[in-house]
């Protein structure tokens, strides 16, 4: 019998999570780790501050970071692992628009003239707009890649 985990790769239009067990904190837990982690390489690699960082987590307390950091995840809030997503579909969309990694990776700190951004970078709304904010990105950017 097939695995879900395999069906999904061989069917990308599979959700990767049904939302009815999104909430369920052993789904949650289990997500956590992968999550974090990816997050971490790509705040690396968008060279993000510990503030952008916390901003994109949704200002956990400092003592929370540092220990997400030194890779004691516990159980993350459904908020806090759609923000991740969020984050982790914004680097994706960004490396199939721009294959250059540099391009890509720089992106998020340029200034930005579509009238989203007013001429700021999209980190700028990232951090300072909330879940709208990334979600905003996140749309923007799947709709330019089509």
């Known amino acids: 019998m097939e695995s879900s985990r395999a069906r999904r790769a061989s ?4 959700p990767a999570l049904p939302p009815a067990v999104r909430p369920d904190p052993a789904v949650r837990r289990r997500l956590s780790g ?8 790509i705040a690396g690699a968008w ?5 952008e960082q916390r901003a ?5 307390a400092a003592s929370t970071y540092h220990k997400y950091k030194a890779r ?14 969020l984050v982790l ?4 969309a960004l490396h199939v628009l721009y294959p250059d990694a540099a391009l890509a ?3 998020v700190r340029m200034p930005n003239t579509h009238p989203l951004f007013g001429g700021r ?6 951090t300072g707009g909330g879940m709208d904010g990334l979600l905003q990105v996140r749309r923007l950017l799947d709709a330019r890649r089509g």
């Open 105 to 107: 990776d720089g992106w």
């Open 72 to 85: 004691d995840y516990g159980t993350l809030s459904v908020d806090t692992l759609t923000r991740l997503s």
């Open 11 to 14: 069917d990308p239009s599979l």
């Open 34 to 41: 992968p999550a974090l982690r990816t997050f971490f390489r």
């Open 89 to 92: 579909g914004i680097y994706k």
């Open 47 to 51: 060279a993000l501050s510990v503030d």
């Open 56 to 60: 994109l987590l949704g200002w956990p």
């Open 121 to 126: 970078p999209a980190l700028a709304l990232m």
